[in-house]
């Protein structure tokens, strides 16, 4: 695959502005690998595979575990993901699947019970950010592989 746009030559202003958010996100109180949790399932959905690359080993880096990595798509089956996780993973593909029930309330209600209102709301910013993000590398076709994680960082 060919990329469409190279990522040198994406307007400034629009990695600025996509950056900014990360930025906002990074510092918003919601926990990093379980952003990074809910992108890598965001971009599951969305079938990005350059943002699948990096989550899955941004996770892998700040320690996350190959079964659960492995199970992400199957979470509502698998044992492995805490209460909170759920709550916020049901949010983030009621958020990006928007169209197949505009939100829930019982989705809702199930994040409520795990976050405040601040933290849905950055919930949904994350949620909102890597749908762009997803948007940007499948419409530019940016090249999954060359993304390297940091080691321990999330």
Not at 17 to 36: D, F
Request: aromatic share 8%; charged share 25%.
């Amino acid at each position: 695959m060919k990329p469409r746009i190279e990522h040198a030559k994406i307007p400034s202003g629009l990695m600025g502005a996509m950056y900014g958010l990360e930025k906002y996100l990074r510092t918003c109180g919601l926990p990093a690998n379980l952003l990074h949790l809910i992108k890598l399932r965001v971009s599951q959905i969305n079938g990005c595979a350059y943002c699948i690359d990096m989550h899955s080993k941004d996770l892998r880096a700040a320690g996350e575990t190959e079964q659960r990595l492995y199970l992400l798509d199957a979470w509502r089956e698998a044992p492995f993901y805490n209460d909170r996780e759920r709550a916020a993973l049901a949010w983030a593909e009621a958020v990006t699947l928007v169209r197949e029930g505009h939100v829930p309330d019982a989705v809702y209600e199930e994040a409520r019970k795990q976050f405040s209102e601040e933290e849905i709301a950055n919930l949904t910013l994350a949620v909102a950010a890597i749908n762009a993000w997803n948007r940007l590398s499948i419409s530019f076709r940016t090249v999954p592989g060359e993304y390297q994680a940091v080691q321990g960082k999330a």
